[in-house]
């Protein structure tokens, strides 16, 4: 998108009832920074649109006035925002489609100039066929139904946003704020995007490639304090020896019924689990270090360089040396 435009950036949002909050106020705010830094020049005009005029209940309670229809909306829109909503079922997270939407987009997103959809906002988005034969994310708890109910799209659980032509899809909710940081450097450069970030104390650095959520995080919490505990001591000491047998010396059980223990309180085998926390703390050390990989694969615990090499193209299809030129976030020192 060119900023060097007269006219504003137009940023239409589709409304419904019980979206969530954020999904909208987030980037709102974000643009609304833009402009600021942007002082006279053209930067975002952000209008809410919905099936009818008035306040519109979201998520949190909060009612957001909706002052323009669908059907006004006949002229150039810059850039469609599609948020989203998500029941908690007996089943787990269950996106809400609005069919009022759904039959918009289909009308108006493929005049749009972006597209971009926020959390279960994909899944809106996808009903109304824009998302085929694209790249996609949504939240990882319903990316799975995503990828079974949309066989033409490629649903990658894991990024935290991504773009594919004029389609942007972001993670969960907070990662709005980080999808629309995203726009604002490719209407107007990485500069303007640190500006905002810095002024919203926000963390910039969050490319669209990273994880949605760290290797603790993915892990269900477990009931067995010993197992807590231990599981906090492996990524205290990932240089040292954890193998099987000396997890299980440790835990004070055999090595079988430490296996079984282990799998049941965090869904992970032991083996899995040391290689996840060794491989996110080498991410880590690239994103924020110009240590060697050798340097690294020894302070990670692998047992060489080819190892760590192996571990990050068998889990991130990626070298050590391309994830730190395209996600490192501080100056080599």
Same mark, same amino acid.
């Given at each position: 998108?060119?900023? @060097? ?11 419904? %009832? ?7 106020? $987030?980037?709102?705010?974000?643009? #609304? ?12 005009? =952000? ?20 002052? +323009?229809?669908?059907?006004? !909306? ?43 959809? =926020?959390?279960? &906002?994909?899944?809106?988005? #996808? ?23 949309? /066989?033409?799209?490629?649903? +990658? ?14 993670? $969960? ?19 303007? #995007? ?12 969050? /490319?669209?490639?990273? @994880? ?6 993915? !892990?269900? %919490? &477990?009931?067995? !304090? ?8 492996? &990524? ?15 835990? #004070? ?22 290689? &996840? ?9 690239? +994103? ?15 047992? @060489? =360089?080819?190892?760590?090499?192996? =571990? ?9 040396? +391309? ?8 100056? %080599?020192?």
């Amino acid at each position: 998108m060119s900023s @060097s435009s007269a006219l504003p950036h137009l940023v239409v949002v589709a409304m419904f %009832p019980g979206v969530d909050t954020l999904d909208v106020t $987030g980037p709102a705010e974000v643009f #609304a920074m833009a402009d600021r830094f942007l002082g006279g020049r053209a930067g975002y005009e =952000v209008r809410l649109a919905g099936e009818r005029r008035g306040p519109v209940p979201t998520f949190s309670g909060v009612r957001l006035c909706v002052e +323009e229809v669908f059907a006004e !909306q006949d002229g150039t829109i810059d850039t469609l925002l599609v948020p989203g909503r998500m029941l908690i079922g007996p089943e787990g997270p269950v996106p809400q489609i609005d069919d009022g939407v759904v039959a918009w987009l289909r009308e108006a997103g493929p005049r749009a100039g972006r597209v971009a959809s =926020v959390c279960a &906002g994909a899944h809106v988005t #996808a009903a109304a066929g824009l998302l085929d034969g694209h790249r996609a994310t949504t939240h990882w708890a319903t990316a799975g139904r995503l990828a079974a109910d949309h /066989p033409g799209i490629r649903v +990658e659980p894991d990024p935290i946003f991504i773009r594919s032509g004029r389609m942007w899809t972001s993670a $969960g909710i907070t990662s709005s704020m980080d999808l629309a940081l995203a726009l604002v450097a490719e209407d107007h450069g990485d500069e303007l #995007a640190l500006d905002v970030a810095r002024a919203m104390v926000m963390y910039l650095q969050r /490319p669209g490639g990273q @994880s949605q959520f760290s290797v603790p995080l993915a !892990q269900r %919490p &477990g009931g067995r !304090q010993d197992i807590r505990g231990l599981r906090l001591w492996i &990524g205290e000491h990932l240089d040292a020896d954890l193998s099987v047998p000396a997890l299980a010396a440790r835990a #004070a059980m055999s090595e079988r019924n430490f296996a079984r223990v282990f799998r049941a309180e965090t869904g992970s085998t032991p083996g899995a689990f040391v290689e &996840g926390m060794r491989l996110e703390a080498a991410r880590r050390l690239l +994103e924020r270090t110009s240590r060697l990989p050798s340097d690294i694969a020894r302070a990670c615990g692998f047992r @060489s =360089v080819e190892t760590l090499h192996r =571990v990050f193209r068998d889990r991130l299809g990626t070298t050590p040396g +391309e994830y730190r030129s395209r996600f490192r976030t501080a100056a %080599p020192a």
